[in-house]
């Protein structure tokens, strides 16, 4: 029983939603380690900035508009990216929309957006995928989902949504192609809060610029699951950053244990200062020009560390023992060490002048002096018994 995929240098690979944030730096490190990407997102001019920065580091790409919430178009670029390198190996799925919003004051519209690039998006490439992954020999599937697949946040009702519908359809995806035993793997992976452009490009009706639920992690770690998960077949759900594998955890240990902590953390902790109207600039129904691939929340990812994650876990522990009165008491503190790391005065945070991040399968963020526990965390092995058919594609002198 094996499944083998192929190296990185032998392997063309579809990224859709690379214009920015996630999808454009996982686009430029398949490329740097020497796959041939097919990038595809709504914005032309991204891309072309994105092709541009690649071909400038040696790689090689090819750049397909679409619209992940028109078959047709998922479909015409799946075709175009066999054509040009005769096969796709890994197809990557980023491209996500939100908004942050009751659900009162979310239209049928918006909604409808949501689910129709969300999560008929990732339905949409899988079916336009599949046969040229199954035709490879040895193919891969990564949607890219959130840990909001498992615990929902207040203001992202249609998002959530979106989230469960995709955990939903890659997993019973899933088992039907390992009773074919077809040669394609899939793993969904799951970031926490990451600094990219999605907080600043989504449309707002809670009277702020929104933000992630801290802590808060580079997006540099989703791309280095996502590489992991198309070299080695060894998980089928991968959540990305420890504040998320936290959340899934608590979910799974009481639901009603997280919905008061949530509660608590949930409304405040997605705010910023920041006023931002209703009809500022979006990217719900149009692309808004953005290539950038980190967001405005560079301090606060700086301050994202074990402490605030210890933080985070003795509130949760504190919720258990004592109930909601607790959980706002340990919240206040933790956001008070929160703010004061991110302004850089005082707190464990603000004394390390390091913070890097590590390249490697088990994914961590390292301090001076401090070990985190693993970052990234892989559910279930599964193998499949199929033929390896490796066609490497003949590269330019």
Not at 100 to 127: C, N, W
Not at 149 to 170: D, E, N, Q
């Amino acid at each position: 029983m094996d499944f083998k995929q192929k190296s990185l240098r032998d392997q063309v690979v579809v990224v859709f939603g690379a214009s920015s944030g996630i999808g454009r730096v996982t686009a430029l490190q398949f490329a740097k380690r020497g796959a041939y990407v097919v990038v595809s997102a709504r914005s032309e001019e991204g891309l072309s900035s994105l092709v541009g920065e690649i071909a400038a580091g040696g790689g090689q790409a090819f750049k397909f508009p679409a619209d992940a919430s028109q078959f047709d178009q998922v479909r015409a670029l799946a075709a175009a990216a066999a054509e040009r390198f005769g096969r796709i190996d890994t197809w990557v799925q980023v491209a996500g929309v939100g908004i942050y919003a009751p659900f009162d004051r979310t239209s049928p519209e918006e909604y409808e957006q949501i689910i129709d690039v969300d999560l008929l998006g990732v339905m949409h490439a899988a079916k336009a995928a599949l046969p040229y992954l199954t035709g490879c020999g040895a193919g891969t599937f990564i949607p890219v989902s959130s840990v909001e697949a498992v615990r929902p946040l207040p203001f992202h009702s249609a998002y959530a949504a979106a989230k469960h519908g995709v955990h939903g359809f890659v997993q019973a995806l899933r088992l039907e192609l390992e009773h074919e035993r077809m040669p394609v793997r899939i793993t969904e992976i799951q970031p926490a809060s990451i600094n990219t452009p999605f907080f600043s490009d989504a449309k707002t009706k809670i009277g702020v610029k929104p933000m992630g639920l801290p802590p808060i992690y580079p997006p540099e770690m989703v791309a280095e699951a996502i590489i992991h998960a198309a070299t080695n077949a060894d998980g089928n759900e991968v959540i990305v950053g420890g504040a998320g594998k936290a959340m899934a955890a608590g979910q799974r240990l009481s639901p009603r244990l997280m919905d008061k902590m949530i509660g608590v953390i949930g409304f405040k902790g997605q705010k910023t200062p920041q006023p931002k109207p209703e009809s500022a600039p979006n990217n719900l129904f149009q692309p808004v020009r953005n290539d950038r691939v980190k967001g405005d929340l560079n301090g606060l990812e700086k301050a994202s560390t074990v402490f605030q994650w210890v933080c985070l876990g003795s509130t949760l522990a504190a919720a258990a023992y004592y109930g909601a009165p607790k959980v706002r008491q340990g919240y206040q503190k933790y956001k008070s060490d929160h703010n004061d790391a991110a302004s850089g005065v005082g707190g464990p945070a603000s004394r390390s002048s390091e913070n890097t991040v590590t390249a490697s399968p088990s994914t961590t963020v390292t301090q001076s002096a401090v070990t985190p526990r693993p970052e990234v965390t892989v559910s279930e092995t599964r193998t499949f018994d199929v033929p390896v058919n490796l066609h490497p594609v003949e590269r330019a002198a």
